[in-house]
């Protein structure tokens, strides 16, 4: 891969004043050949395997964070969905794995590991059960890990059986943790059509069809995207498109140069790279700000829509030239306590649950990290959860819902995680229920699209 010396002096403003990072590298480590029928093996098992798996990750790394001036933020492991791995052992309580997982993490000092997953999008075994059962216990008692359930593809349609269970599952997990506002809620991923090689948390996992170890980047740069934008005042919408894609050809480029490095000093294979804008709390490193640069005057203001369609279509156009793996979700994030602007929007009422979640027709990812007054009732939290998985479901896409009730808070508090998770106001729900319709429950049939064999 050639890079001009253009190329460097502008990777280098980037770094330096908009804010350029790897957003995270995750190495994702099949656990397949850890299972076994007695729990202390298999426990044994996946501890060895992943520590054996990481020795020398997060060194390399910071090596490759030297050699090349990039800011890496995160470091994480990926692991092959638990309730598929302990699935043989026939027990109930598969809470000793949580703990064991994130023994492991704090051993090789990563800040996530993900896979405490079930793919439940056609039916719920009794593995998957007792993983789910287990889930909001597992994230009160561990630092580092992260969990998933899969409720939705095109192919099978909508489990509402899964989604009402989740909606139960998310309140148990916020009052376990209430003295942290709900925080372990900000670990768990509600998805439809879940990517197998996702790198951002909480909704990574090791796919079955990935290889034994691979290497994930997610890449990020909202202020840069954002300070390009501000750079060519009198574009065209055609040319700002433009604009944006060679802009994210260059960003990309960045991540595959990392990817492959990384890859190849720690003899893995080279997975994909997310072409993803993933804000923070810091300011202006915000998505929100980019939709204002380009002529929203807040937003969730009108046009707000149309906006983010042009910025994710234009990210993954150029991100696609930029690499030859891509992957993951790639496009938008619009989480909403890790992007200040957009918390500010939704503190001033601009920005409502509804009109975030008609976002989501048109970004990466969904409903993510908004934060419900504390008394929403586990029924409501599952049918805004159907509605985020149905837009998924019905327009072929990965989406997902990261809701949190804040135990004891109300509409228009602050709801405050820290570090990247950042804080929040409460937003509004609806007091319309559905109950009724949950109660019914079953499946929803997929959709006519996915008869395309």
Partial sequence: MLISPGEILETIRMIESEKLDIRTITMGISLRDCITNRLSISADKIYKKITSSAQGFIKTAEEIQTKF???????????????????????????????????????????????????????????????????????????????????????????????????????????????????????????????????????????????????????????????????????????????????????????????????????????????????????????????????????????????????????????????????????????????FAMAKAVEDKILSLEKLETMTSVCSVGLDMIALPGKTSAETISAIIADEISIGVFNNKSTACRLIPVPGKEEGERAVFGGLLGETPIIAVSKVKADNFLRRGGRIPPPLRSLNN
């Fill in 69 to 339: 001036g990039i800011p890496i933020i995160n470091k994480r492991i990926a692991v092959t969905p638990i309730a598929y791995v302990a699935e043989s052992l026939e027990i109930k309580d598969f809470l000793p794995l949580a703990h064991i997982l994130d023994k492991a993490a704090k051993e090789v000092v990563i800040d996530f590991i993900g896979g405490y997953s079930a793919l439940v999008h056609k039916g719920i075994t009794p593995g998957d059960q007792s993983l789910m059962e287990s889930i909001p216990q597992a994230l009160a008692e561990t630092e580092r890990v992260c969990s998933s359930i899969n409720v939705a593809t095109t192919k099978a349609g909508i489990n509402m059986d899964a989604i009402t269970l989740m909606g139960k599952i998310i309140k148990d997990a916020a009052e376990l943790t209430a003295e942290k506002d709900g925080i372990g809620c900000a670990k768990l991923v509600t998805f439809a059509n879940i990517p197998e090689d996702n790198p951002f948390m909480a909704g990574a996992y090791h796919g079955m069809g990935e290889g034994e170890k691979v290497i994930n980047i997610g890449i990020s740069g909202p202020g840069v995207i954002r300070a390009t934008v501000e750079r060519h005042p009198d574009a065209s919408l055609q040319e700002l498109a433009d604009i944006i894609k060679r802009t994210a050809f260059k960003i990309t480029r960045v991540g595959e140069l990392v990817a492959r490095e990384a890859a190849s000093r720690l003899e893995c294979n080279l997975g994909i790279i997310d072409l993803s804008l993933a804000p923070t709390p810091i300011e202006g490193d915000s998505v929100a700000l980019v939709l204002e640069a380009m002529g929203i005057e807040r937003c969730g203001g009108p046009g707000s829509i149309a906006a983010l369609a042009l910025l994710n279509d234009a990210m993954k156009k150029g991100g696609a030239m930029g690499t030859s793996s891509p992957g993951g979700l790639s496009g938008a994030f619009i989480p909403v306590s890790e992007d």
